[in-house]
């Protein structure tokens, strides 16, 4: 097997020694004591692999991997839910996270017992790639999924960007509202003002972490595809044009008339494409399925870079769409000693452990079945 010529870095451990769920999804009660390295999940489909996933994924974002709303996350006919972790730092330091939804009070967010005013300081204080099955909609779905992508990634780099990116939305969607009833020239201009303030901001950030992604998916994508083939992510953005004040006043009649901002950084788009073409419609579902993989792994060499901590990664359905050449190599890459803790689920016991045995994988194994989870 061909290997990854990447420089190992080591970074900071910071990983989840234990995880206690009430009312999570299908999950009444779980605690979980967890390896620093490899988490096997393994059960039958609708079992709960994902729900433990999303919980850790909770504890480090504040909101699910996939669902719309926190009530969504609470088990049916109950009122709240509660996930805590246990972390261990540098120095054996532990730190604990508790989330709690309940219907009526609302999502409490607590780190060493004290709360948070703001959810957003959270959020990238324990760093997390999650690699999903529902990725795909990243190549599939329309550009608005994958700005949410975008967004996400960065506001755990840059809390400042966070920032940015939430009053940049405030003002749009103030001025759309605006735009409904008036097409006063002086409250349009003031708008535009703000919205170029907050919106260059934007698009710096977001162009400068695509220039630094560039490259690394590139590199991991040959890596998992050996050499086969090669692939190009890039940023396109109408302020690669002009200034977001001009593009504004170029467009302020459009929008008069459409009652509808139609120019912005809320227009940009990532351009994936294989061998020169689009990935949507040109890649295969291996293919397509390794990009992403190149994608989280660029994503997770940066935060790791970053914050100097190796972020916690959950490999939900490992061998989803890939072949066993291209799970091997990734699991020779994630064992290197760069990466920290891995979440890994699938429904195949058997096929888990026999790829893990050959790559020489120490790891431990749950088995969870209708939202049980036992070692
Ligand atoms: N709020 C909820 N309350 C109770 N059960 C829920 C809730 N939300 C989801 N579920 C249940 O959780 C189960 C799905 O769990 P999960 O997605 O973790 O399965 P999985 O083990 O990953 O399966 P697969 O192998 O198909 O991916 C489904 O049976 C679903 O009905
Ligand atoms: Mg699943």
Redesign the pocket.
Known sequence: MKNCNFVVQIYFVMWLKRLSLINF??IRQADIDLSERFNCFV??????????L?AVYYLSMSKSAFTMTDG?????GEDFFVAEGTYVAESERQESVNCTFSRKGGKILKRNGKEYDRLADHVGSFPLVIVSPRDTELIMDAADERRRYLNGFISQLDRSYLASMMRYNAVLAERNRFLKGSSDEQMLLIYDMQLAEHGTKVYERRGAVVEQMRGLVEEYYRYLSEDKETVEIAYRSELEQMPLSELLLRSRERDIINQFTCSGVHRDDLIFKIGGYPLRKYGSQGQQKSFLMALKLAQFRMLAEHTQERPILLL??LFDKLDIGRVQRLLSLVSAEEFGQIFI?D?NKLRLEDTLLSAGVEYKLFK?EA?EVML
């Open positions: 999804k299908n059960g039958d489909n609708g079992a709960g692999k994902t729900n433990v999303d969504q996350s609470v088990s049916h939900d359905d689920t429904c969870v939202g």
